[in-house]
């Protein structure tokens, strides 16, 4: 990915901006000539004060950068008692000024007490004049500041302490008044500093990167980078049309942060950091805080402030009443930028929840959301992670598509990517000339798969970054849960490493102990600010303790990991290749459809059938299962009715829920046409859609289904060993007892007075969904009239029935 050189579009103009020459000051009447050149003082005049106008006007931008070492314009003259000259800077700091890599231009530009005056001076690269315009007390006084060159003025005011002042600055052919960026304090406290320092600052995004503000009784925008190797760090954006010079920042001390209060810059400012690396080099950097960013392929973050009102707030209140694991979850994954291709957030807000309301599901999980420049990640190389992608819309937009979400009843998780980075020369990799975000150890910092770099976990401030990320979209966008990439690439130091290419721990093992230290962090700081909030890993290998709390240590020595919730890899995997066989030859992989009982409460499982499981040649869910058309439906709708049954939480991808024949592509999103009326085979589809509607219309209606999800009490076989009828027979129950009997038949046959044993206690069983129903596409064979336990042992119980078992069916029972 290469990065775009930011536009040059001329901008509206903001008051930081250069602009052309001023006119002859005027004084009463009379008018104050152009001062001679052989003076070597400059006029300070008094006069009534002038308002300012409502409206600056437009800034031009200069035909040409002035160079360093031009020499100065003559001094402008004036009277006797008028601004002195000030003492020269030191060609040491001029160089460093011009060249970007001073630390404190605090400390030289602005004003300051001197030798019996005031001391001011600007750097206004491109200005033809500069004067003082004083505020408050000295109301009234007018001071040209004399040209030192190179964009320099300056001069020492006969006033006896530091006034409130403003500048006038004059250019070619016009003038503007601005107030002075050098002569504020900084607008970060000295606890958010000392948080910062100590990597403990959870709400990060209120101190670093920007922030619409006002300051000592002026409002402006603050700007905040941790930069702490840079030799210095500008301020370039469209309100100086991408210069730099004008705008260095000061650097606050052992923190590594660079401060920087620009007046009359507010929403909408396009900007990015000029750091100068400490080679000398320079780099334009995009702000790793930013809050909102250009569209891509453009670069630069964008100045933003929220002002949404939330209408969600009971949803907000209530969202942790139940404990997740004990609650129905059932999970819609979207990819945003292709479910309705070309809709904004807003529309979307218009679309989605009453789809996935219709549809029955709790819970949408969107995938990721930060700022990515290239659509075809996905958004999975992220480079803006404070960021909502602009690409649908404005930040407030997307909160509005989450309140709407909210108020539809329907929880909102969202893919979270701390695993690793890209590598564009405008983000975050060697951020300010070394390694800062990656690790400095080039093998442990490159990710050998995806060409990405992988975050430096062990260093306090890139984990504050991130443990700060996951709590800001869950405390400002209202996020219910994260789903956590990667997880496996960050546990295990030598993952799709080969020998030799990596080096173990401080204990000579393979566990990357800084990421399990960051991720138990990360997720006792979401629960403890976030009540009501989960957290889900998605970890394919058997890392023990995922979903057990960071302060209980298991047998491998390590404090559980903290998830709330953990993707079920190995069910999926397996179940899918049990599914793509042909019936005849399943009963010789009937295992890879009851192993997944032998793990199930070893964590809290998510069964998911994700967008990893229909792209990149895998085929959609139902193009998977073999048959023809009529039994790759049947195929598909009663793995979905296994699905549902099984203990765990579920998720399914878009498009699935439709039994769309075509792999997923994230350029035309589903193939929505497949339902329109007037294809002739819609109603196959129609039908599949329409069992995802009732399957969560039970599971949320039965407790059986989702209570005890992770208690081993919740669930019993009924026969598991069935392999040559193809044939699993389970039973479900909630935290009072009460009972489901589900029956999965993957063969092509009916099967008659099947007998299943059940408990006594339930005097007669109905059936309550079947997949083979002709509503869903189905032969429609049913069990239509309650069905009476008899006192005939089987399968270990005193009492059973006998069923009719559809063709490539799921069955579920319960007591009348």
């Not at 953990?566 to 009937?590: C, F, I, Q």
């Not at 069935?722 to 129950?733: I, K």
């Not at 042992?793 to 579920?812: C, D, E, N």
Request: hydrophobic share 40%.
């Amino acid at each position: 990915m290469t990065a775009r050189k930011p536009s040059r579009k001329k901008p509206a103009p903001v008051e930081t901006e250069a602009v052309p020459a001023p006119q002859p000051v005027t004084t009463g009447a009379a008018e104050v000539p152009e001062p001679t050149a052989s003076a070597a003082t400059a006029t300070v005049t008094t006069t009534a004060p002038a308002p300012a106008p409502a409206d600056a006007p437009p800034a031009k931008a200069a035909k040409a950068k002035r160079k360093t070492g031009v020499p100065p314009r003559p001094r402008r003259g004036g009277t006797e008692e008028g601004v002195r000259p000030a003492p020269a800077l030191h060609d040491a700091d001029r160089g460093r000024l011009l060249a970007g890599e001073h630390h404190a231009p605090h400390d030289l530009l602005g004003a300051h007490p001197y030798d019996g005056g005031v001391l001011v001076r600007v750097l206004r690269p491109h200005a033809r004049a500069v004067t003082v315009l004083a505020q408050g007390a000295h109301a009234g006084l007018r001071a040209a500041l004399l040209d030192d060159g190179d964009g320099f003025f300056s001069g020492v005011l006969p006033l006896g302490a530091v006034p409130e002042y403003r500048l006038l600055v004059g250019y070619a052919d016009d003038e503007i008044e601005i107030e002075d960026p050098y002569r504020f304090l900084p607008a970060i406290g000295e606890l958010d500093l000392h948080l910062i320092g100590e990597g403990r600052h959870e709400e990060l995004w209120t101190a670093l990167g920007s922030r619409v503000m006002e300051h000592q009784g002026v409002a402006g925008t603050r700007f905040t980078v941790w930069a702490p190797n840079a030799r210095g760090v500008r301020i370039a954006g469209d309100f100086t049309y991408w210069d730099s010079t004008g705008l260095p920042m000061r650097s606050l001390g052992s923190t590594g942060v660079w401060e920087l209060f620009l007046p009359g810059v507010g929403e909408g400012a396009l900007y990015k950091f000029d750091i100068c690396r400490p080679d000398g080099s320079h780099t334009l950097r995009a702000d790793p805080m930013a809050r909102a960013a250009e569209v891509p392929p453009a670069t630069a973050s964008v100045v933003t402030a929220s002002h949404y009102a939330w209408q969600d707030g009971d949803w907000m209140e209530r969202r942790g009443d139940r404990p997740v694991h004990e609650a129905p979850f059932s999970v819609y994954e979207v990819h945003l930028p292709s479910w309705r291709p070309r809709l904004t957030y807003r529309q979307l807000a218009d679309q989605l929840p009453a789809y996935v309301k219709d549809l029955g599901f709790t819970h949408v999980e969107l995938m990721p959301v930060s700022e990515h420049p290239f659509g075809g990640s996905w958004g999975y190389q992220v480079t803006g992670f404070y960021a909502p992608t602009s690409r649908m819309g404005t930040p407030d937009d997307f909160r509005h598509l989450v309140d709407s979400l909210h108020r539809a009843g329907i929880g909102v998780i969202m893919d979270w990517v701390p695993a690793h980075f890209p590598r564009d020369e405008w983000a975050l990799a060697e951020f300010d000339g070394r390694p800062l975000y990656e690790h400095s150890d080039p093998s442990r910092a490159a990710h050998p798969d995806w060409g990405t770099l992988e975050f430096d976990f062990g260093r306090k401030e890139v984990r504050n970054f991130l443990v700060s990320n996951a709590t800001y979209w869950c405390e400002e966008f209202h996020i219910d849960g994260l789903r956590v990439d990667a997880v496996a690439s960050m546990l295990y130091l030598d993952y799709s490493r080969e020998d030799g290419q990596w080096s173990p721990n401080e204990h000579g093992g393979r566990e990357n102990l800084d990421a399990v230290a960051f991720l138990q962090e990360m997720n006792a700081t979401v629960y403890r600010r976030n009540p009501g909030v989960v957290t889900i890993a998605e970890e394919s290998t058997a890392w023990n303790g995922v979903t057990r709390a960071t302060h209980h240590i298991g047998p491998d020595g390590f404090g559980g990991l903290g998830f709330g919730l953990k993707w079920n890899m190995g069910w999926m995997h397996d179940s899918l290749t049990y599914m793509a066989k042909e019936p005849v030859h399943r009963k010789y992989h009937h295992n890879e459809m009851t192993f997944s009982m032998v793990y199930a409460y070893s964590e809290n499982y998510v069964l998911p059938i994700s967008h990893d499981e229909v792209v990149h040649g895998k085929q959609a869910l139902v193009s998977k299962m073999p048959g023809d058309w009529w039994q790759q439906r049947a195929n598909h709708r009663a793995y979905l009715g296994f699905m549902w049954a099984h203990p765990g939480k579920q998720l399914l991808f878009m498009g699935q829920e439709f039994a769309q024949g075509a792999e997923w592509s994230e350029g035309h999103g589903p193939d929505w046409w497949l339902l329109d009326p007037a294809y002739e085979a819609s109603g196959d589809h129609r039908g599949v859609r329409d069992l995802v509607g009732d399957l969560n219309a039970v599971y949320g209606a039965v407790p059986a289904l989702w209570q005890r999800d992770t208690d081993p009490g919740g669930f019993s076989w009924v026969d598991g060993g069935a392999a040559e009828d193809n044939v699993l027979a389970f039973l479900r129950y909630d935290a009072d007892g009460s009972p489901l009997l589900a029956v999965s038949h993957f063969s092509p046959v009916v099967r008659h007075e099947y007998r299943l044993g059940v408990p006594e206690s339930a005097g007669s069983w109905v059936e309550v969904l079947n997949t083979d129903a002709a509503r869903y596409g189905g032969g429609d064979v049913r069990n239509e009239e309650p069905l009476k336990p008899e006192e005939v042992p089987a399968h270990g119980r005193q009492a059973s029935i006998t069923v009719t078992l559809p063709p490539l069916a799921t069955v579920w029972f319960r007591p009348a």
